[in-house]
T-cell receptor, first 115, second 112 residues
Framework: GAVVSQHPSRVICKSGTSVKIECRSLDFQATTMFWYRQFPKQSLMLMATSNEGSKATYEQGVEKDKFLINHASLTLSTLTVTSAHPEDSSFYIC???????????FGPGTRLLVL | QQQVKQSPQSLIVQKGGISIINCAYENTAFDYFPWYQQFPGKGPALLIAIRPDVSEKKEGRFTISFNKSAKQFSLHIMDSQPGDSATYFCAALRGSNYKLTFGKGTLLTVNP
């Protein structure tokens, strides 16, 4: 149980285009989902926290107009990278928790390459 | 300010040996300490977690030792196997906001 999926697993796009990444909790309802960014050989950096039906809370330094997060249901959160540039190329990972449990279940990640 | 310090950055162990990774935290409000294992190109997977009211927790070959007074905790991997080769992250969480603070990670290589 507690499976989180992401789609797509990897995406290549041209500079200036927008890319949407989906995060789904497959077998539980996720009250809260998190979006992380990870550069090669580095740790995970929290970008934002999203709760179903409410606006996402962004970490300091993360541009909310560039990284649009929508948590439309208890099983789906989306991250849209708007007007992507090469510096946005990274590994994006989502995680989800159920109820008031502390355990975060992570998705497999999405590799974004902006040309 | 790095709230969770992890060491070593990399570790090489022979098959069958013990791998030890250490973490130290500063914020005494942290009340949940998980360890995650991450293989290249994959998301992190929860290995084992501990709360500060317990000094040790063991699950199979993985053991967390926790020293509340020193604000330190460590992961021990007994009988290390080549399949354990991965990056390990310690983390800490303050239950009220569910945000994980990660260490910088340890790249473990287990030689056959």
């Amino acid at each position: 149980g507690a499976v989180v999926s992401q789609h797509p697993s990897r995406v290549i796009c041209k500079s200036g285009t927008s890319v949407k990444i989906e995060c789904r909790s497959l077998d539980f309802q996720a009250t809260t989902m998190f979006w992380y960014r990870q550069f090669p050989k580095q740790s995970l950096m929290l970008m934002a926290t999203s709760n179903e039906g409410s606006k996402a809370t962004y970490e300091q330094g993360v541009e909310k107009d560039k990284f649009l997060i929508n948590h439309a249901s208890l099983t789906l959160s989306t991250l849209t990278v708007t007007s992507a540039h090469p510096e946005d190329s990274s590994f994006y990972i989502c995680s989800a928790i159920m109820g008031s449990q502390e355990t975060q279940y992570f998705g497999p990640g999405t590799r974004l390459l902006v040309l | 300010q790095q709230q969770v310090k992890q060491s070593p950055q990399s570790l090489i162990v022979q098959k069958g040996g013990i791998s030890i990774i250490n973490c130290a935290y500063e914020n005494t409000a942290f009340d949940y300490f998980p360890w995650y294992q991450q293989f290249p190109g994959k998301g992190p997977a929860l290995l084992i977690a501990i709360r500060p009211d317990v000094s040790e927790k063991k699950e199979g070959r993985f053991t967390i030792s926790f020293n509340k007074s020193a604000k330190q905790f460590s992961l021990h991997i007994m009988d290390s196997q080549p399949g354990d080769s991965a990056t390990y992250f310690c983390a800490a969480l303050r239950g009220s906001n569910y945000k994980l603070t990660f260490g910088k990670g340890t790249l473990l290589t287990v030689n056959p």
